[in-house]
């Protein structure tokens, strides 16, 4: 599932997010290209804002996918998305469209790492900055161990049943989708993520992912 129905706020860009292009090319397009292409996805439900439905039809000719409205926040659109999930679906992931340069290799870990038994998989970094916590005035309350902590990519991958029942049990808009399985008492399980899994966020990202798209075909 790829969740593509957020505005772009912080990037600004006048087009929700998933629609602007990198290299010619919608971020929404590239990302379900992305997953298509790990040979281990077999269907995508896209999930768009409801004005942009026919736009995102439109942009996706000829891939096995279905788009459907979203929702207010990114909870709510993932919660629209799994009711377009057909019953017989055993893997599921949740991607984000603004994650276009994923790589297949992180697809199949993740969905390998599912097909090996874990409920829940996520792809992570190691944090490389030095992490502190401050207080209202900004003065360092203390330095975090950074040896565990991790940073957290998509897709992240659940078996169907598990995913359908944080669900069910209420979706928390605070938590990502692995920490509602996480709450249902399931283990999360970890592979490697890769850098070109960054998030596009802010126009500094736009200008990178641009930048290493030239790079890839220099
Ligand atoms: N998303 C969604 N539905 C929402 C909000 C977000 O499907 N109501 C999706 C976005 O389209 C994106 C992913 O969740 O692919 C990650 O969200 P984020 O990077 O925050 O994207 P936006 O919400 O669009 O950006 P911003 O927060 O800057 O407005
Ligand atoms: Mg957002």
């Known amino acids: 599932m790829l969740p593509a129905a957020g505005s772009g706020v912080r990037l600004g860009a006048g087009v929700p997010k998933a629609f602007v292009e990198i290299g010619g090319v919608p971020m929404l397009v590239r990302a379900v290209d992305g997953l298509l292409s790990s040979g281990v996805v077999g269907h995508v439900v896209v999930v768009v804002p409801v004005e942009q439905l026919r736009d995102a039809v439109g942009l996706l000719p000829d891939r ?21 999930i057909g019953p017989d679906a055993e893997v599921v992931l949740v991607h984000d469209a603004a994650r ?20 829940a998989v996520i792809p992570v970094l190691p944090v490389t900055d030095t992490v502190k916590t401050v207080d209202d005035s900004g003065t360092v309350v203390s330095t975090v161990d950074r040896s565990a902590l991790r940073a ?11 995913l359908r029942l944080a669900y069910a049990r209420g979706p928390d808009p605070a938590t990502d989708d692995a920490g509602l399985v996480e709450a249902l008492g399931e283990p999360v399980a970890t592979v490697a993520g890769d850098p070109l899994a960054f998030k596009v966020t802010t126009g500094w990202d736009l200008r990178l992912a641009g930048l290493l798209l030239e790079d890839a075909s220099a």
């Open 152 to 162: 957290v990519q998509t897709p992240q991958g659940f078996r169907a049943r598990e």
């Open 64 to 84: 096995p996918v279905t788009v459907v409205p979203g929702g207010a926040d990114r909870t709510a659109s993932v919660a629209a998305g799994l009711a377009a």
């Open 100 to 119: 276009p340069l994923t790589p297949a290799g992180v697809v199949r870990r993740v969905v390998d790492a599912v097909r090996a038994g874990a409920p």
